[in-house]
């Protein structure tokens, strides 16, 4: 059932004709382009209530002036028509619907079963390998702190079953006590077993059933005076133990996923707390894009039918939220089904629930705050350099060029954008560049913002208000060049370039219509808005150049990485046994070698995941 009017749309006579069913209502533009999608248990009093005289919020009313048509879809029921809502959310993307910005699968952590010497790794995406799925973890880090432990604590392998046949001796991880040594027969098939057989209770969260067993076997060692065995065996269940002292532990029997929500002008965070078997996996913020809805419930509402039933994700036993939802009953159902086993949705919970209930809450309050203050921070910045270039508005989105190569070796550009909540990760862009003479930046700056702007003029994306070259005259004349001939007006060109001193707070400014230079004081914050965009693009370029480099030279991944010489390579290798374990660990693992600062560690797990 379709309403159109050429200016204003007649909501009288559509509701007239409109059913009473349950289904799902599209509203479009003038233009044709949707502004948001909805579902209902009566489509004629939902759709009627967004046009009634009076008790509209302001986002509502501005949604209502913009709809030029609806489009409804008749279901069989109201679980039916939740299913097609976060189904067509997920494929149109309505601006005025509750949008997540993260929907990556969750990772998992598998215990292959067709081996001898069974190993335990990281999984994310389809359960394509054979074995036990322990998970969903919320992050990748969460995943790798829980492998470290098995590492540490079980001594069990990790490594890729090529690696594991083609052994003649131990590799550095059996040297540092970090596996039994497997590949060569150091430990026996029934030994191994009993060892993976404890990582396993582990990861089900029986860890005092796991005491309980080794504290036994330490008395039967000592009793038959074998004190080395009961030494390990003592040294086990004390890094177990403290491993311990790090979780929380409860009695909860299956999974629940917790979710807190805080709202103020300005935003909104969800936090969600992940329970597997008892124990608090780790925990996660989202940030969804809120536009119409007016209430932490109705934020929860449409954020849980989204976050599980639009997706992949893993649906757990029981989902706890810090409020009552007002189609509570509706969701579960759809959950539910979707998931084949009974799903609950409770806000009313005691003991160790109501504990976590009061974390995730106390959490996204937390991080609301961090939020809202960080924005009017960069909002202050904005507002500086509106002021410092005589804006008649404040710019909405800027971008950023820079280019890098190692004496003319793959010769990446790159291009980052901000927009009024800082960086946008969604819209950074790298691009490889060919046929040019090598170091020739003029030529490399050309040729990016070429291909760059051809498909924005050709409406391939937004055109920003302010282009940020980084570099002095000779990168901003070409930038000026490429807009001249696509005919693009409307774009701000500014250039950046380190001052005589090239030090930090001396930067000169390039004005791109007039080439007039302008140095800033250094506590300027329009100045500090754009030394954290170049110095974004600046780490953005290099990273690419070191992925492109890299895989051109097919060598240790390590080299190049500033800071990292022959010493410290030795160091993380004899550490974590070789690269691919490197490229497997956290910061914090990475900061543990004696040689590596926090600093380091950070651009280390940088240089190595030039996808974040």
């Keep these: 059932m379709t309403a159109t009017e050429d ?3 007649d909501s009288k006579a559509f509701l007239s004709r409109l059913t009473s069913r349950p289904g799902v209502y599209q509203m479009y533009d003038v233009n044709g382009a949707i502004l948001y999608v909805g579902k209902a248990r009566n489509l004629k009093n939902r759709v009627s209530s967004y046009f009634r005289a009076s008790g509209l919020t302001t986002k509502t009313m501005a949604l209502v002036a913009k709809i030029a048509r609806i489009e409804v879809t008749v279901t069989n029921s109201e679980t039916e028509a939740l299913l097609l809502e976060q189904n067509l959310i997920k494929e149109l993307r309505p601006p005025y619907n509750i949008l997540l910005r993260d929907d990556k699968s969750y990772p998992y952590i598998l215990i292959t079963d067709k081996d001898e010497y069974p190993a335990v790794r990281f999984q994310r995406g389809a359960k394509k390998g054979k074995g036990r799925y322990f998970g969903p973890f919320p992050s990748g880090s969460a995943v790798r702190e829980s ?24 590799c550095l991880q059996y040297q540092i006590k970090r596996c039994s040594g497997p ?3 150091l430990i026996t098939p029934e030994q191994y077993r009993e060892d993976l057989r404890h990582a396993t209770m582990f990861l089900e969260g029986r860890n005092q059933t796991i005491m309980d067993e080794l504290g036994a076997q330490m008395d039967a060692a000592s009793a038959e005076l074998n004190f080395e065995k009961a030494a390990e065996l003592r040294d086990q269940i004390s890094r177990l133990r403290q491993v311990q002292e790090q979780q929380y532990v409860s009695g909860l029997q299956g999974d629940a996923d917790v979710f807190g929500c805080a709202m103020q002008a300005g935003g909104t965070v969800v936090h969600g707390l992940f329970v597997r078997q008892g124990r608090v996996i780790g925990s996660k913020v989202y940030h969804p894009r809120v536009s119409i809805e007016e209430s932490p419930a109705d934020v929860l509402a449409a954020f849980i039918g989204q976050f599980y039933l639009a997706g992949i994700r893993e649906i757990p036993d029981q989902l706890i939220l810090s409020y009552e939802l007002e189609e509570n009953d509706a969701l579960a159902q759809a959950l539910s089904q979707k998931r084949g086993r009974n799903v609950s949705i409770t806000h009313k919970v005691r003991g160790d629930r109501a504990g976590w209930q009061r974390l995730a ?22 507002l500086a350099l509106q002021d410092l270039l005589g804006l008649d508005s404040l710019p909405q ?31 950074y862009r790298t691009f490889n560049i060919e046929g040019i003479t090598p170091g020739d930046d003029y030529a490399a700056m050309h040729q990016a913002l070429t291909r760059r702007y051809t498909r924005l003029k050709k409406g391939e994306g937004k055109l920003p208000d302010i282009l940020v070259i980084d570099g002095g005259k000779g990168q901003v004349a070409q930038a000026m060049e490429v807009l001249g001939s696509l005919q693009i007006d409307e774009v701000l060109v500014i250039g950046i370039a380190k001052g005589p001193t090239r030090k930090a707070g001396f930067e000169v400014l390039v004005s791109g219509e007039t080439g007039a230079e302008q140095m800033l004081q250094g506590d300027s914050a329009a100045l500090h808005l754009l030394q954290h965009i170049r110095d974004e693009a600046h780490r953005f370029a290099i990273t690419g150049h ?33 690269v691919r374990e490197i490229e497997s660990a956290s910061v914090e693992e990475i900061a543990k070698v004696s040689t590596i600062s926090r600093a380091l560690a950070e651009e280390i797990h940088a240089a190595l995941h030039p996808e974040h």
């Design 546 to 578: 070191r992925a492109r480099r890299g895989k051109a030279r097919k060598q240790s991944r390590l080299e190049g990485i500033p800071g990292i010489g022959p010493k410290r390579r030795r160091e993380l290798l004899r550490y974590f046994g070789g």
């Design 361 to 382: 809450q106390t959490n996204a309050e937390q991080q609301l705050a961090s939020h809202l203050a960080n924005k009017q921070n960069i909002h202050g910045r904005y």
């Design 147 to 170: 492998l470290h432990i098995l590492q540490k604590v079980f001594l069990i392998r990790q490594c890729e079953d090529s690696f594991f046949r083609n052994r003649s001796r131990p």
């Design 7 to 9: 200016s204003l749309f």
């Design 397 to 427: 989105r800027l971008e950023c060029f820079d280019i890098s190569h190692s004496s003319g070796e793959a010769t990446v550009a790159s291009c980052v954008v901000f927009d009024g909540n800082g960086p946008l990760k969604s819209d």
């Design 183 to 185: 590949c060569v027969g």
